[in-house]
C-alpha cells in the first residue's frame, strides 16, 4: 500500500495552504462565531474554485470524484487553518445523496455542492443537533430507514467551539424511506468521519507549529524554553502521536476509495488516532504557552477551542473503537 502523496497531491495542498493563509482565515473564524456569514461564504467560493467541493461529487454530477484520498488531503489544509462552516456535512452530504438512489435529490442538489453555490447539512441518525443549520440552504435528517429536508432551525446554542454552531432541525419533508437509506447513510457517516479527522489532523499539526514557534522564542533564565528537555519531551510525544495518526488517515482514505466492505473499522480507528492527537496537541499548545489559549484574543484559541469538538464529531473515542472491535 502506498502512503507517500503524489507531486499532484502535494501541490495541491500546497496551492490550498497558500490560498487560505493569504485570506485571513482567523478573522473569517470569528466573523462565523457570530452569526455573519459573508466572510464564510466568500471563503467558501474560493474553495469551490479550487475544486474542493467537486471532490465529493460524481463527474455525472459536474464534479470530480468522489475522490477520497483528494478530499483527505484537502480537509487537512482546511483543518490546518481552523477554516468555519459544515465542510465535512457538505461533502457527507454529497455522498449520502449520490448513495440513495433518490434522482430527484441527487439532480438537484449534487450539482450546486460541486461548484459551491450549495451548504450543505447532514444530520445523521441519533443526532439531536445539526451544524451551522443556520448557514445551511438545506440539511438533511435522517432518523432510521427515513430522510427528510428541512430549512428550519431551532435557536443556536453555546458551542465549547463558538464557530461550531449548533441547532436542532425542526421539521421538513420526506424525501425517501426504505433500506437505501440505511445504507447511504452509513457509507455517509463512514464519508464524515474520515474527513473530521482529515480536518483533525491539520489542526494537530498547526497547533504543534505554533506551539514549536513560541518555545524557541520565549526565553526563561535567559534561554529558550524549547532548550528544556521536558518541552522537548512534550513537544516529539505530540509530533509521534500526528505522525503514527497520518498514515491511517491515508489507509482509511484507499480503503474508502475502494469501497472495501472493511472501510468502516479502518476509518474508524483513523478517527481515534488523528482526534487523540489532535487533543494532545491543543493540551500541549495551552500548556506551552502559558495557557494563553484560555483566552479568546489570541488566534491560538480559535484552534485550540476546535480540537475537542472535532475528537468527539461523527463519533466520539468510545464509539469509534467499538467500531474497529465490531470489524
Same mark, same amino acid.
Given at each position: 500500500?502506498?502512503?507517500?502523496?503524489?507531486?499532484?497531491?502535494?501541490?495541491?495542498?500546497?496551492?490550498?495552504?497558500?490560498?487560505?493563509?493569504?485570506?485571513?482565515?482567523?478573522?473569517?473564524?470569528?466573523?462565523?462565531?457570530?452569526?455573519?456569514?459573508?466572510?464564510?461564504?466568500?471563503?467558501?467560493?474560493?474553495?469551490?474554485?479550487?475544486?474542493?467541493?467537486?471532490?465529493?461529487?460524481?463527474?455525472?454530477?459536474?464534479?470530480?470524484?468522489?475522490?477520497?484520498?483528494?478530499?483527505?488531503?484537502?480537509?487537512?489544509?482546511?483543518?490546518?487553518? *481552523? @477554516?468555519?462552516?459544515? +465542510?465535512?456535512? /457538505?461533502?457527507? =452530504?454529497?455522498? $449520502?445523496?449520490?448513495? %440513495?438512489?433518490?434522482?430527484? &435529490?441527487?439532480?438537484?442538489?449534487?450539482?450546486?455542492?460541486?461548484?459551491?453555490?450549495?451548504?450543505?447539512?447532514?444530520?445523521?441518525?441519533?443526532?439531536?443537533?445539526?451544524?451551522?443549520?443556520?448557514?445551511?440552504?438545506?440539511?438533511?435528517?435522517?432518523?432510521?430507514?427515513?430522510?427528510?429536508?428541512?430549512?428550519?432551525?431551532?435557536?443556536?446554542?453555546?458551542?465549547?467551539?463558538?464557530?461550531?454552531?449548533?441547532?436542532?432541525?425542526?421539521?421538513?419533508?420526506?424525501?425517501?424511506?426504505?433500506?437505501?437509506?440505511?445504507?447511504?447513510?452509513?457509507?455517509?457517516?463512514?464519508?464524515?468521519?474520515?474527513?473530521?479527522?482529515?480536518?483533525?489532523?491539520?489542526?494537530?499539526?498547526?497547533?504543534?507549529?505554533?506551539?514549536?514557534?513560541?518555545?524557541?522564542?520565549?526565553?526563561?533564565?535567559?534561554?529558550?524554553?524549547?532548550?528544556?528537555? *521536558? @518541552?522537548?519531551?512534550? +513537544?516529539?510525544? /505530540?509530533?509521534? =502521536?500526528?505522525? $503514527?495518526?497520518?498514515? %491511517?488517515?491515508?489507509?482509511? &482514505?484507499?480503503?474508502?476509495?475502494?469501497?472495501?466492505?472493511?472501510?468502516?473499522?479502518?476509518?474508524?480507528?483513523?478517527?481515534?488516532?488523528?482526534?487523540?492527537?489532535?487533543?494532545?496537541?491543543?493540551?500541549?499548545?495551552?500548556?506551552?504557552?502559558?495557557?494563553?489559549?484560555?483566552?479568546?484574543?489570541?488566534?491560538?484559541?480559535?484552534?485550540?477551542?476546535?480540537?475537542?469538538?472535532?475528537?468527539?464529531?461523527?463519533?466520539?473515542?468510545?464509539?469509534?473503537?467499538?467500531?474497529?472491535?465490531?470489524?
Amino acid at each position: 500500500m502506498r502512503f507517500l502523496l503524489t507531486d499532484e497531491q502535494r501541490e495541491f495542498a500546497r496551492t490550498l495552504d497558500g490560498m487560505l493563509g493569504a485570506f485571513g482565515t482567523p478573522a473569517v473564524v470569528r466573523a462565523w462565531a457570530a452569526g455573519e456569514h459573508k466572510p464564510g461564504r466568500d471563503l467558501w467560493a474560493r474553495l469551490a474554485e479550487t475544486g474542493v467541493f467537486a471532490l465529493a461529487v460524481p463527474e455525472a454530477y459536474g464534479g470530480l470524484g468522489p475522490l477520497p484520498l483528494e478530499l483527505a488531503v484537502a480537509y487537512t489544509e482546511l483543518g490546518r487553518h *481552523a @477554516v468555519p462552516g459544515p +465542510l465535512v456535512e /457538505t461533502a457527507a =452530504a454529497a455522498a $449520502f445523496l449520490d448513495r %440513495l438512489g433518490e434522482t430527484g &435529490a441527487a439532480d438537484a442538489w449534487l450539482p450546486r455542492i460541486a461548484s459551491g453555490d450549495a451548504i450543505v447539512g447532514l444530520c445523521a441518525d441519533g443526532a439531536p443537533f445539526a451544524l451551522d443549520a443556520d448557514a445551511a440552504d438545506a440539511v438533511f435528517v435522517v432518523r432510521g430507514d427515513t430522510v427528510c429536508r428541512t430549512e428550519a432551525h431551532g435557536p443556536v446554542q453555546p458551542s465549547l467551539d463558538p464557530a461550531r454552531r449548533l441547532s436542532r432541525p425542526l421539521g421538513g419533508t420526506v424525501l425517501t424511506r426504505g433500506p437505501a437509506v440505511t445504507a447511504a447513510a452509513t457509507y455517509a457517516t463512514d464519508t464524515a468521519r474520515l474527513l473530521t479527522a482529515a480536518q483533525a489532523l491539520g489542526l494537530g499539526r498547526a497547533l504543534l507549529d505554533e506551539t514549536v514557534g513560541h518555545v524557541k522564542r520565549r526565553t526563561q533564565f535567559a534561554v529558550p524554553i524549547g532548550s528544556f528537555q *521536558a @518541552v522537548q519531551h512534550r +513537544l516529539a510525544d /505530540t509530533l509521534l =502521536a500526528l505522525e $503514527f495518526a497520518q498514515p %491511517l488517515v491515508h489507509a482509511a &482514505a484507499l480503503a474508502l476509495a475502494r469501497d472495501a466492505a472493511g472501510a468502516g473499522p479502518d476509518i474508524a480507528a483513523a478517527k481515534v488516532a488523528a482526534g487523540e492527537a489532535c487533543h494532545t496537541a491543543a493540551r500541549t499548545a495551552l500548556q506551552l504557552h502559558g495557557a494563553l489559549g484560555y483566552t479568546d484574543e489570541p488566534d491560538l484559541s480559535l484552534r485550540i477551542r476546535k480540537a475537542r469538538p472535532l475528537r468527539d464529531a461523527w463519533g466520539t473515542p468510545s464509539e469509534c473503537r467499538a467500531r474497529v472491535l465490531a470489524g
